[in-house]
């Protein structure tokens, strides 16, 4: 039997005691966003072209997975002084079996459906539909394997609007997933950028297993020109200090669309770019499990 730990950490401490821990005889440590999916989400955000300012969420949970001998306490507690912090909060201590764990893991991600011709399948999973536009697409570093309802609405509005003239950028790629999709459907060509060199990188794979001719750049590789269509799936936040960026890269009579923002923030971020560029109307074009989908067009 195993057990699994779970700590609250502060932003400054997590990544390092983790490291501790591990070096301590824990067999494996995960950290993710304490205040995931709640209002007070924090993305691992910097300007473009710039590395973030940081690399860690205000509040983080590390769950230590270790055997059932494993001597949690003294560990935490040695990791604690040598980092000169009070010891974490334990969330929880579970006893787990020892199973199959990538099986396990890989029985989360099922295939996706987003329409009917339209599907998100894992490489572990046959196609359902062998006469659909099916994306092969493992869950990874990055961002994005079209469960989320911010992915799933993008993935919807490419696959209702799409067309064989459109040049595209997917700004935040993360997995390409969304650069991806838009080739698959025919899109002329597709740019996607992203800020994290690893996502970067997942991405040309992707692009690559999918059969697909699609760039994938850092930002401030993305060469200099306008494109028919220009999609952002990030978060509220970064998509207001986006605006001038984003709104500079959309075309006389080109479309942007702009997911990754709750219902309650929709106003707020329609304004922004209002104010920054009248000349793109943005509305909300779908709205689900409270995220929405915004998307306008820029006047010739």
């Given at each position: 039997m195993l057990r699994e730990i779970k700590y609250l950490c502060t932003q400054r401490s997590a990544e390092d005691f983790g490291d501790l821990m591990l070096d301590?005889?824990?067999?494996?440590?995960?950290?993710?966003?304490?205040?995931?999916?709640?209002?007070?989400?924090?993305?691992?955000?910097?300007?473009?072209?710039?590395?973030?300012?940081?690399?860690?969420?205000?509040?983080s949970i590390v769950s230590v997975l270790a055997d059932a001998s494993f001597d949690a306490a003294q560990a935490a507690a040695i990791a604690a002084r040598a980092?000169?912090?009070?010891?974490?909060?334990?969330?929880?201590?579970?006893?787990?079996?020892?199973?199959?764990?990538?099986r396990i893991t890989q029985a989360q991600f099922a295939p996706v459906k987003v329409s009917d011709r339209l599907w998100i399948v894992p490489s572990w999973h046959e196609p359902p539909s062998s006469d659909a536009i099916n994306i092969r697409l493992d869950p990874g570093v990055a961002f994005g394997t079209g469960s989320h309802p911010t992915t799933h609405l993008c993935l919807q509005w490419l696959d209702d609007h799409v067309t064989p003239e459109d040049t595209v950028l997917d700004y935040g790629c993360g997995t390409g997933i969304l650069a991806i999709a838009a080739a698959k459907l025919g899109a002329a060509s597709v740019t996607g950028t992203d800020i994290d060199p690893q996502a970067v990188e997942s991405a040309v794979f992707n692009a690559e297993h999918n059969g697909v001719a699609a760039r994938f750049m850092l930002p401030g590789d993305v060469p200099a020109g306008r494109y028919?269509?220009?999609?952002?799936?990030?978060?509220?936040?970064?998509?207001?200090?986006?605006?001038?960026?984003l709104l500079g890269r959309v075309a006389p009579g080109g479309r942007l669309v702009l997911s990754g923002v709750l219902a309650r923030q929709a106003e707020e971020v329609i304004e922004v770019y209002r104010k920054t560029d009248p000349?793109?109307?943005?509305?909300?074009w779908r709205e689900e499990e409270g995220w929405v989908c915004i998307a306008g067009t820029r006047k010739n």
């Open positions: 301590a005889g824990a067999m494996s440590v995960s950290i993710e966003d304490a205040d995931l999916g709640s209002p007070d989400e924090q993305p691992l955000y910097g300007e473009p072209g710039t590395e973030p300012d940081t690399f860690a969420w205000n509040r980092l000169g912090i009070e010891e974490p909060r334990v969330q929880s201590d579970e006893t787990v079996p020892d199973e199959d764990w990538v028919s269509l220009v999609v952002a799936n990030i978060l509220s936040n970064p998509l207001k200090l986006l605006a001038p960026a000349a793109v109307e943005l509305s909300v």
